[in-house]
């Protein structure tokens, strides 16, 4: 039975279908945006840090269908929550979100119509969350087709940012894992792993000017690590889902975010890193024990920092 919305949720709801418009239209008009530590130029490097060896396969939950509450033609896995993820599936020849609440907290991801599962990270710590998969039924105005709760206690707080999701997919057959693999099978330490990684990146993947006017014109762009990697060309947000797809699959956790770069306050994806170990270099300031910003569409031209200001000053918004 579909459900009427309340108050609180129906502004959620509202805020929910204009997230995602915004979001990919600013993240495809950016060239980049200042790394950690600064732009290029000469300099001594130097990693550091534990033993690295990375996990011989990728291990990601799967959409249960025997676990999942249903409705509507809608369906919600919680049984990964405490591994740091929720899925969600749905039919509909309308346009379909989960909303991901958590507290005075909340995400919103886009469903595809077809019965596709999404993987989402469960991102905002521990605690009571509630995820709703929620139907267009005119402009911005939704109704709840299905909901599911949890109290989630995240195996380690590192958990969302070491597995796949929806905006950094790959599994163990992605062709960027097993270049990840291959980068870093001769690191002795964890900062050297980083660096392998982010120096691939940043030394094969070019800024892609058509893409982005094509792209801009649409809403909901998702990237794909993959496809990224065999074509070397990418928006911010495809630097930064490469990144993490890549990071992750060896066991490095990692972060997607979004927000603002000085001094124009616009609109950039960049990975933030977390390593038991350091890599200090002319581009990046990777610090142990701490989330370090990494920021590999800048790095990879600085001359477009013309087009997304100094990159001295971060702002996040989402993290994924």
């Known amino acids: 039975m579909r459900h009427a919305f309340t108050t609180q949720r129906l ?13 990919c239209l600013s993240l495809v008009a950016c060239g980049g945006g200042g790394g950690n530590g600064g732009g290029a130029g000469g300099g001594s490097e130097s990693t550091s840090g534990a033993d690295f060896s990375a996990p011989p396969s990728v291990e990601a939950p799967t959409f249960d269908s025997a676990d999942a509450v249903s409705s509507n033609d809608a369906s919600i896995d919680v049984s990964s929550a405490n591994k740091g993820v929720v899925m969600a599936e749905g039919k509909s020849a309308s346009r379909l979100k989960l909303l991901v609440t958590h507290g005075d907290m909340s995400y919103n991801y886009d469903i595809p119509g077809d019965g596709t599962p999404i993987t989402c990270p469960v991102n905002m710590g521990d605690g009571e969350y509630t995820f709703a998969v929620m139907r267009n039924v005119s402009e911005s105005n939704y109704v709840e087709i299905a909901s599911a709760s949890a109290n989630v206690k995240l195996e380690s707080e590192y958990a969302p940012f070491s597995q796949p999701n929806m905006f950094c997919n790959y599994n163990d057959s992605s062709a960027c894992v097993a270049k990840a693999r291959e980068l870093t099978g001769s690191a002795t330490n964890v900062g050297d792993a980083v660096r392998a990684v982010c120096n691939y990146i940043v030394d094969n993947v070019t800024y892609d000017n058509d893409k982005a006017a094509k792209v801009v014109k649409v809403t909901g762009y998702v990237p794909n690590p993959d496809e990224t990697f065999s074509t070397n060309k990418g928006i911010c947000f495809d630097y930064a889902s490469l990144g993490a797809a890549m990071l992750r699959s060896v066991g490095i ?3 997607i975010v979004t927000g603002y770069v000085s001094p124009n306050d616009l609109y950039h994806a960049w990975i933030m890193v977390y390593i038991d170990g350091s890599w200090q270099s002319a581009k990046f300031s990777v610090n142990p024990q701490s989330w370090s910003r990494v920021d590999l ?7 477009n920092q013309g087009l997304v ?12």
């Open 253 to 255: 956790p990692t972060k």
């Open 309 to 320: 200001g100094d990159g001295v000053s971060y702002t996040e918004r989402y993290v994924y």
């Open 11 to 23: 502004m959620l709801a509202l805020a929910a279908a204009l997230i995602v418009p915004v979001l």
């Open 297 to 303: 569409t800048f790095a990879a031209d600085p001359s």
